[in-house]
């Protein structure tokens, strides 16, 4: 299973963005290969709007089937739904403890955004 964890740097050792749609790295990882892989969100950074709807297009254009992060707003929420991705929500950490925590299964999905939404 492929899952994209937002991320502040390019590394697994690096520490889960808390925010979705304005998170300066998506990390992919393959739960069955532990294989990863860095992907840049700074064209979501600053945008005005839409940040989240367009982050939640790019994962799932990377083949995610489900998304880690620290909080996540309405649209990116919906956006991410739709594209039939499921979504968790972790405390602050790195990368790798977020991913290990997934696979033993002490993530729980969530079912709505926990946020309003998130700007610059």
């Known amino acids: 299973m492929k899952i994209a964890v937002s991320a502040i740097g390019k590394n697994m050792s690096d520490g889960l963005d808390p925010r979705f749609g304005r998170a300066k790295y998506f990390i ?3 739960t069955d290969t532990n294989e990863s892989a860095a992907h840049d969100n700074t064209q979501n950074l600053n945008a005005g709007q839409g940040a989240g709807i367009q ?3 790019t994962v799932a254009r990377l083949g995610a089937e489900a998304v880690i992060t620290g909080n996540v707003g309405p649209k990116a929420f919906r956006t991410l ?3 039939g991705i499921k979504l968790y929500l972790c405390g602050q950490m790195n990368v790798t403890n977020a991913v290990q925590l997934f696979k ?3 993530l729980n999905e969530t079912t709505a955004a926990n946020v309003e939404g998130h700007w610059a």
């Open 81 to 83: 739904n739709a594209a």
């Open 28 to 30: 992919v990882v393959d």
């Open 104 to 106: 033993t299964g002490e």
């Open 55 to 57: 982050a939640g297009e």
